[in-house]
């Protein structure tokens, strides 16, 4: 059973109110001498305590001001979201078991077994709770004069966590203060009696809300086609059909290309690889462009990117935009961010939560649209849903990956990769094929490419070696 269909179950089975709120009897004494009938959390702690969910110490106290462990908040969340309390080893810390399920639920990335007895932040404990939840750090606006993060802001939105509302009105969340018992107790007792999906999309293994501020989908799936050459077309207005290609064709006879019907070719420059995080320039990329340029195609550019940095995201795009400008007259059609995720736990990337990627995207974009290109962002349903916030990036136009007979995204986009199996005249191996919605402009009278084809940027970055096709760096 899926850990969210666990706690509904619990809930329902539990039959408790929805209000974030918990109701104890008011005639109701207290089992800890330290937490009176009256006070705003006994509720809570009460109800968690008649389940033997939470219990005093041996001197009859709850010690509600407390800090929570990093054991206590594990054993808490986990417990909350219904997964199975585990064996314990009484050789090892009694909380020792909990780490490796925090782990496979992605309540922590990593974690040191010495730091259990340490206390979380208010901001640990809410980052835990939420991916505990199945949501993800895309939020609106925070309502908290300290904290922005996502997740925060996601279980505010939810009920779950309040933060406090100071006397001038303003409210403070206090992410680096640790979290005391009662408000652990509270958080766990929401956790497993609000719903707190209500309103949301569910994709793969997370609750999404539905962003408001980007536009829905233009298309119907009776609007495409797909024809025995497994070419799609769309009934729906203007359309034409390209290819995206790398090193990994090598050699492409492109005046073949053209005459098979494809309008327009987007072509990789670089990348940075998702384990090492080096940078790498396509040796392929100059022919490329220049053999597209002379057989009439329309062009446009790419780049992986696999930036977990701002400050790497405008190192791609300098080094991007160096490779492309011999180009300029010629490029009609977008240069775009290709931000993929790769790799699972061994990414560079793992763990690098949807706010900072789509920072990264965006100052990559955003440096292509100050030199005077089309930028573009290319997503697929993982990366556009869960590690890409594209209220963040409406600015720029979309480019949407799903290899499918109709595209099922719920929001806009200019241009669809709608098959990585395409098969197309002067290219060897199979090539991924793409429908473009937009008629990008063309430049009025493009001067014809020198002879010889147009010279490469000097300085170029070394080849990757892991690509076919490419050379290794010189040795010294």
């Given at each position: 059973m899926k850990k969210r269909a666990a706690v509904l179950l619990l809930a329902l089975l539990m039959a408790v109110s929805s209000s974030t709120t918990a109701m104890a009897d008011p005639g109701q004494l207290s089992p800890f001498a330290d937490l009176p009938a009256d006070h705003w959390s006994f509720s809570y702690v009460y109800d968690?305590?008649?389940?033997?969910?939470?219990g005093g110490y041996p001197d009859g106290t709850f010690q509600r001001q407390g800090n929570v462990t990093w054991g206590e908040a594990f054993k808490l969340i986990l417990l909350a979201v219904g997964v199975e309390d585990p064996e314990r080893d009484p050789e090892q810390h009694w909380a020792y078991p909990y780490?490796?399920?925090?782990?496979?639920?992605?309540l922590v990335w990593s974690f040191d077994e010495a730091s259990l007895d340490e206390a979380p932040t208010r901001l640990n404990v809410a980052r835990m709770a939420a991916r505990a939840l199945d949501l993800t750090d895309i939020s609106g606006e925070s309502p908290y004069i300290d904290c922005g993060d996502g997740y925060v802001v996601e279980l505010f939105e939810k009920g779950i966590m309040e933060g406090t509302v100071e006397p001038d009105g303003n409210r403070w969340f206090y992410p680096d203060q640790p979290i005391t018992r009662e408000e652990m107790a509270t958080v766990v007792w929401r956790?497993?009696?609000?719903?707190?999906t209500q309103g949301m999309m569910r994709f793969s293994n997370y609750w999404l809300d539905v962003l408001e501020d980007v536009p829905p989908a233009a298309f119907t799936p009776e609007q495409f086609s797909i024809d025995e050459q497994g070419r799609a077309s769309y009934s729906g207005g203007y359309f034409v059909r390209g290819v995206d290609v790398s090193g990994h064709k090598q050699d492409i006879d492109w005046n073949a290309v053209a005459r098979d019907g494809i309008d327009f070719a987007i072509i990789r420059a670089g990348n940075r690889t998702y384990g090492s995080g080096l940078l790498f320039e396509d040796s392929y990329f100059h022919r490329n462009m220049q053999g597209a340029i002379a057989a009439?195609?329309?062009?446009?550019?790419y780049f992986f990117s696999n930036a977990i940095t701002v400050e790497e995201a405008i190192e791609?795009?300098?080094?991007?935009?160096?490779?492309?400008e011999p180009y300029r007259q010629y490029i009609t059609y977008p240069v775009v961010c290709d931000w993929e995720y790769l790799?699972?736990?061994?990414?560079?990337?793992?763990?690098?939560?949807?706010?900072?990627?789509t920072e990264c995207v965006a100052a990559f974009c955003q440096r292509v649209a100050d030199a005077g290109y089309q930028p573009m962002v290319y997503f697929n349903d993982y990366c556009g849903y869960v590690k890409m916030d594209l209220s963040k990036l409406t600015q720029f136009d979309f480019w949407y990956a799903e290899y499918a007979d109709a595209p099922a995204c719920i929001y806009d986009f200019q241009m669809w990769q709608y098959s990585s199996k395409g098969n197309?005249?002067?290219?060897?191996?199979?090539?991924?094929?793409?429908?473009?919605?937009?008629?990008?402009?063309?430049?009025?009278?493009?001067?014809?490419?020198?002879?010889?084809?147009?010279?490469?940027?000097?300085?170029?970055?070394?080849?990757d070696p892991s690509q076919p096709g490419q050379t290794s760096p010189a040795l010294p």
């Open positions: 968690l305590y008649t389940q033997g969910v939470v780490i490796q399920p925090a782990l496979d639920n992605q956790m497993m009696n609000v719903d707190a009439g195609l329309d062009v446009g550019a791609e795009a300098d080094m991007f935009l160096a490779m492309v790799g699972g736990k061994n990414s560079r990337a793992y763990g690098v939560d949807a706010s900072v990627i197309v005249a002067g290219i060897t191996s199979s090539v991924d094929m793409n429908l473009c919605f937009v008629p990008y402009p063309k430049p009025s009278e493009p001067d014809p490419l020198p002879t010889g084809g147009v010279p490469g940027p000097s300085g170029a970055l070394p080849a």
